[in-house]
T-cell receptor, first 113, second 112 residues
Framework: AQKVTQAQTEISVVEKEDVTLDCVYE???????LFWYKQPPSGELVFLIR??????QNEISGRYSWNFQKSTSSFNFTITASQVVDSAVYFC??????????FGEGTQLTVNP | SQTIHQWPATLVQPVGSPLSLECTVE??????LYWYRQAAGRGLQLLFY??????ISSEVPQNLSASRPQDRQFILSSKKLLLSDSGFYLC???????????FGPGTRLTVL
């Protein structure tokens, strides 16, 4: 199976700090899709971003930004000026054959006031 | 807009009892549907997915089964629950291959 690795199990920061969540994936495909989801304490997974492997431009959405490096098979997620409401588990995922997603194990982010 | 519902939200069942979890999607037609399980708050495991009515693919052999009796309805079942079936069950939908999957609110199952 083509794995997705989120090496950081837990990260704790103080409010207003910047934080980067790492994601490394395995792939044998030339075309693939990558995703990030947020899981707040309520449990529901919230979609954050979908990225096509052909599009290597970094993306910014408000305080969120994503750095896609095809050469290193990484798709890292940065939160700028973190807030307490950012506290959640964040999952990186990649699409595999048959419309399935393979998820990483997640990174628990705690933002302390 | 599309909405996905799951029920019940929480469930406590004894070992050996049957299970039926339901998922319905509104606002779309012919979606791909998925059942995931999350144990211990981490790591989503894909259990089943369906690309159409009556079409079910199983990812992990176990005592669970899935059915899709209607286009926008996906049911997860078990005849006899095991302790290891405890977890957080999430249903998701997507429109086609490589499409974003959108998740329901989940069902927290505790088997005692």
């Amino acid at each position: 199976a083509q794995k997705v690795t989120q090496a950081q199990t837990e990260i704790s920061v103080v409010e207003k700090e910047d934080v980067t969540l790492d994601c490394v994936y395995e792939t044998r495909d030339t075309t693939y899709y990558l995703f990030w989801y947020k899981q707040p304490p309520s449990g529901e997974l919230v979609f954050l971003i979908r990225r096509n492997s052909f599009d290597e431009q970094n993306e910014i959405s408000g305080r969120y930004s994503w750095n896609f490096q095809k050469s290193t098979s990484s798709f890292n997620f940065t939160i700028t000026a973190s807030q307490v409401v950012d506290s959640a588990v964040y999952f990186c995922a990649r699409e595999t054959s048959g419309s399935r997603l393979t998820f990483g194990e997640g990174t628990q982010l705690t933002v302390n006031p | 807009s599309q909405t996905i519902h799951q029920w019940p939200a929480t469930l406590v069942q004894p070992v050996g009892s049957p299970l039926s979890l339901e998922c319905t999607v509104e606002g779309t037609s012919n979606p791909n549907l998925y059942w995931y399980r999350q144990a211990a708050g981490r790591g989503l495991q894909l259990l089943f997915y369906s690309v159409g009515i009556g079409q079910i693919s199983s990812e992990v052999p176990q005592n669970l089964s899935a059915s899709r009796p209607q286009d926008r309805q996906f049911i997860l079942s078990s005849k006899k629950l095991l302790l290891s079936d405890s977890g957080f069950y999430l249903c998701a939908w997507g429109q086609r291959r490589a499409d974003t999957q959108y998740f329901g609110p989940g069902t927290r199952l505790t088997v005692l």
